[in-house]
C-alpha cells in the first residue's frame, strides 16, 4: 500500500520559514517525479513545486519560485519543501503527491498518489 505522509505544517508569522517533509512508503521512491500543491480556502488546489526522480529537474510555480526550495533523498524516501518569506497567501494545506510521468508536473492528474496534507498558516 503506498503512503505518503506530510509532515512540519504549522503556524508561522509573516517573513518566517517552514520546512515540509514528505515521507513515501509502499513504493520504489527513486522510480517517481515528486509534486507539492496547496490548497486554501475556497479556491482551487494550485501547483508549487516538483522534481525529477533524479532530483537534477526542478519546477516552480510562479507564486512562489525563489522562496521556496524542493529537494529529495531517495535513500531516505523522503521529499522535502523549504518554504522562506512565508506571506499571508501561502496559508494553505499543503500536498505532495507522486507520479511517474515528468512532462507536465504541474497538472495534478499526472500524479498517482497522493498525501493527506497539512496545514500551514501564516499570520500577517
Known amino acids: 500500500q503506498v503512503q505518503l505522509v506530510e509532515s512540519g505544517g504549522g503556524l508561522v508569522q509573516a517573513g518566517g520559514s517552514l520546512r515540509l517533509s514528505c515521507a513515501a512508503s509502499?513504493?520504489?521512491?527513486?522510480?517517481?517525479?515528486m509534486g507539492w500543491f496547496r490548497q486554501a480556502p475556497g479556491k482551487e488546489r494550485e501547483f508549487v513545486a516538483a522534481?525529477?526522480?533524479?532530483?537534477?529537474?526542478?519546477a516552480y510555480g510562479d507564486s512562489v519560485k525563489g522562496r521556496f526550495t524542493i529537494s529529495r533523498d531517495n535513500a531516505k524516501n523522503t521529499a522535502w519543501l523549504q518554504m522562506n518569506s512565508l506571506k499571508a497567501d501561502d496559508t494553505a494545506v499543503y500536498y505532495c503527491?507522486?507520479?511517474?510521468?515528468?512532462?507536465?508536473?504541474?497538472?495534478?492528474?499526472?500524479?498517482?498518489?497522493w498525501g493527506q496534507g497539512t496545514q500551514v498558516t501564516v499570520s500577517s
Open positions: 509502499g513504493l520504489t521512491f527513486s522510480n517517481y517525479n
Open positions: 522534481i525529477r526522480w533524479s532530483g537534477i529537474s526542478t
Open positions: 503527491a507522486a507520479t511517474t510521468i515528468w512532462v507536465t508536473p504541474r497538472l495534478q492528474n499526472m500524479y498517482n498518489y
